[in-house]
């Protein structure tokens, strides 16, 4: 069985995000970069169920432009056998990653698409749910917990009422949540490792994927600075302000 | 305690930009170090510290090392995240591939012992001492002991030592009087006390190999009569399995003002089975290849240090509300002499590690380069800017922590803050593996006498000339050329003064090397600001741009105040009657 786990590259989640001059979008010059950590939970547990003996290959892919394969070398550098890079300039919509998506799972056939729930730079939160339309499979959202058994698997959700499983066959897509486990530190030998290990590159134009443009950014702004709070003395002139406000 | 994350832009800027790193990967043996290798090195590196050994240096220092009848156990978590980090292979980064290792540049290696000794200074001298250990090993011992001990020592499955200090001897080895008896078997047997013996004994791992210095009984008198001896805790069987115990006994562990995390050891060899490392009374020659790489090592502390320090307070700067500052500014970080604190920390720091980098990149292509003659040229370098790396980055290490309690005011004098551990911390790094005065006799002697100061300030000013043209680089230019007139004057009245007092640059041999360190600083600041000047409009080059004002106009000018004191002679110094002091 073969698994493919997408891969973002994002803005570190450490860096405190800064909006370019003309607002043209957010800026990553000389920003640190690194792997989605919701891509990384989701190599993690590919390879667990790779080494459990649940899967027998897992495949690394990433939409982005030339420098995202640093994160498919950090993919592989963990234990993911090889990548695939699908390589654009563009920004990419969720709708276009999943017909990319779509088009490598016809070719390469996994038993499991294991994707982040979401990426932390647009926090979108579609591609999984897309991919799983697109392809007609089953899709397990926000997993907290996977169990592979031959054909099909049961998928801990995290959802707002608390946890639920359900059993889908494979086939499918998962996508993962932050409590699913803790990725490994990647070992320096396996870094050197990585760079021995193939990463095959396609255009969106040779997967014949026409890149959807429905959402179109107008401008980025970061948002307004908090105003400063008030005390009240008393419950009665809280509910007063609030409803001065318009707020009850 | 602020959490430490590695100042990853500025380790890259120096790596890319200051250093040009990529040059390694064309030297034979370094193909593998790649820019994509660089970066993933740090990242991966960066993320295990970060996460696993720099959460453990406040409760390091404060729980320290416990001794029970001659073992000893290190603070809560050392053993787990010393085995998570021996286990995902960086101790064996810039070691042989033949025993183990990653083969990776030396360069490599310091970028990560900075961020180790940032993340914990006491954690890092366990893989730091074993360094050594292996150096020595490789370089002088047989490829009998290389076969059983190296792939261990490289891994980081044993740990190693540096067992030269004994009660009176010192910072002079001459005194060293612990015994080896030849027992005409291939083994020595090994009598003596040694003190300060750092990871002497801990708990982290299954095997420690001592490489201690002592005396066979005809031998010569002073440091000419020193042998190396490996020593290890447990004996190895021919089938390469743990055999006996050999005694060498950890007698107590020593209450320092800082480092607690790390276990300061006295031991004792008490008829302790050892092998000879090279040949009879050249120990002293092998314990400066462990020597040097450990001072290098030291200078990083210093750095580590100055960096942790510069974090927590330019952070507590930035929240830390008190009186409105004259430019309207709410936090403290807008108060004129808290920005003058904050940027000579940051310059210090900034400026320790360039030379750090450059001098570790020196190295590579010391032991790399096809070529000997540029061998020759980088090891000359090497051999110059250790006693600096060493001893300025350790000087800054103090002066930086003591910044850095000083922003935070009373509550940087406060535990909790987690600055004073840094100023206890760091006092010890001006002190050992050569005391800060020893490494300046080093400079204003031996080196003084291979003519290798002179040659760099040939290099400096050529390098200040070729970039006379750009006239933005002036304003440190211009100061740089009055401060290198005034270091080669002060280099020319040492060498006449030394002929006619010895003592002439011994009393100001200190203040040389300050004196010398603040002008190669300067030389590095020089490539920073060219580097940064290309690319303004980006936050992180606009900040180096005006670190590196900031040094010229605000740290270089210390140059004025040293050169006059060096050259007022030993005299005055020695002035005074000793029943009088």
């Known amino acids: ?248 | 305690m602020p959490e430490y994350k590695a100042p990853q832009r500025d380790m890259m800027f120096v790596l890319n930009d200051v250093i040009n790193v990529s040059e390694l990967a064309e030297l034979p043996g370094f193909e593998d170090a790649t820019p994509d290798i660089v970066q993933g090195v740090i990242d991966e590196a960066a993320k295990i510290i970060e996460n696993t050994i720099a959460p453990l240096n406040e409760t390091g220092d404060r729980e320290g090392c416990r001794f029970d009848n001659g073992t000893v156990t290190a603070p809560a978590g050392f053993k787990e995240a010393y085995q998570l980090y021996a286990e995902s292979g960086w101790t064996g980064l810039d070691k042989s591939i033949d025993f183990g290792g990653q083969g990776l540049p030396y360069t490599l290696a310091t970028a990560v012992t900075d961020m180790l000794s940032a993340g914990n200074d006491a954690f890092s001298l366990y893989p730091g001492l074993t360094n050594g250990a292996c150096e020595a090993l490789v370089e002088h011992g047989s490829q009998e002991l290389q076969d059983i001990y190296l792939e261990k020592l490289t891994t980081g499955e044993w740990t190693g030592t540096m067992c030269l200090t004994e009660p009176q001897a010192g910072s002079d080895l001459s005194q060293v009087r612990t015994k080896a008896i030849d027992q005409n078997d291939g083994t020595y047997l090994v009598e003596g006390t040694k003190v300060f013996i750092t990871g002497g004994e801990h708990d982290f791992v299954e095997n420690i190999i001592h490489l201690v210095l002592a005396r066979l009984p005809d031998a010569p008198a002073g440091v000419k009569g020193i042998s190396m001896f490996l020593i290890p805790k447990f004996m190895i069987n021919s089938d390469a399995s743990l055999g006996e115990r050999n005694p060498v006994v950890c007698a107590s562990i020593e209450e320092k003002m800082g480092i607690h995390g790390s276990s300061t050891c006295v031991m004792n060899f008490e008829n302790a089975v050892g092998y000879m490392i090279g040949n009879p009374n050249e120990g002293l020659r092998y314990m400066f290849t462990m020597m040097n790489l450990a001072r290098l090592m030291v200078g990083l502390q210093g750095l580590g240090v100055a960096e942790r320090a510069t974090q927590g307070a330019i952070e507590y700067a930035k929240e830390r509300k008190q009186a409105t500052a004259i430019n309207g500014g709410a936090t403290i970080i807008h108060h004129p002499d808290v920005r003058r604190m904050l940027m000579t920390m940051k310059a210090l720091t900034e400026g320790c590690r360039m030379v750090a980098y450059d001098t570790a990149k020196q190295y590579d292509i010391s032991k790399a380069h096809p070529d000997a003659s540029v061998r020759k040229t980088a090891n000359d370098r090497v051999e110059l800017m250790t006693p600096i790396c060493k001893a300025f980055a350790t000087d800054t290490g103090c002066e930086v922590a003591s910044l850095g309690v000083q922003v935070l005011g009373g509550a940087g004098y406060i535990r909790e803050s987690g600055m004073e551990q840094h100023m206890r911390d760091a006092k010890i790094f001006c002190i050992y593996e050569g005391t800060n005065a020893i490494q300046a006799l080093d400079l204003v002697g031996r080196k003084m006498k291979l003519n290798l100061p002179q040659n760099f300030i040939t290099e400096m000013a050529a390098k200040l000339e070729a970039e006379s043209s750009n006239s933005e680089l002036a304003f440190i230019l211009e100061p740089m050329k009055i401060a290198l007139e005034l270091l080669d004057e002060t280099t020319q009245w040492l060498i006449k003064a030394a002929q006619e007092d010895p003592q002439n640059p011994a009393a100001a041999a200190v203040e040389y090397l300050t004196l010398y360190s603040l002008l190669t600083h300067g030389y590095f600041w020089v490539i920073a600001a060219k580097a940064a000047l290309i690319k303004q409009d980006d936050s992180f080059c606009q900040a180096k741009l005006a670190t590196a004002q900031f040094f010229a106009a605000k740290i270089l000018p210390r140059v004025h105040s040293l050169a006059p004191a060096i050259m007022s002679g030993a005299a005055v110094v020695m002035a005074a009657e000793e029943d009088g002091i």
């Open chain 1, 1 to 248: 069985m073969k698994i493919l786990v997408g891969v973002k590259r994002v803005v570190d989640f450490n860096v405190r995000i800064q909006v370019k001059a003309d607002g043209s979008g957010v800026a990553t010059e000389g920003v640190k970069m690194s792997m989605n950590p919701f891509d990384e939970i989701a190599v993690e547990e590919a390879l667990r169920l790779k080494e459990a003996g649940k899967a027998e290959e897992v495949i690394a892919i990433t939409i982005g432009p030339k420098a995202s394969q640093e994160q498919l070398r950090t993919a592989l550098a963990m234990g993911a056998d090889r990548a695939i890079h699908v390589e654009t300039d563009e920004d990419v919509q969720p709708l276009t990653a999943a017909r990319i998506l779509k088009a490598i799972t016809d070719k390469e056939e996994p038993k499991i698409v294991m994707l982040g729930k979401q990426a932390i730079d647009d926090d979108n939160n579609q591609t999984a749910q897309m991919l799983a339309a697109l392809a007609n499979w089953p899709q397990a959202t926000f997993a907290s917990k996977i169990d592979v058994d031959g054909d099909s698997a049961n998928v801990t959700r995290e959802i707002d009422a608390g946890l639920e499983t359900l059993s889908i066959d494979l086939p499918a897509v998962i996508s993962t949540d932050l409590r699913l486990n803790e990725p490994r530190y990647v070992k320096l030998p396996d870094i050197m490792k990585a760079k021995r290990k193939p990463i095959e590159t396609f255009t969106i134009a040779e997967l014949g994927i026409e890149p959807a443009a429905a959402v179109k950014v107008l401008k980025t702004s970061a948002p307004a600075a908090r105003q400063a709070g008030i005390k009240v003395a008393s419950v009665d002139e809280l509910v007063a302000a609030l409803k001065e406000k318009g707020l009850i």
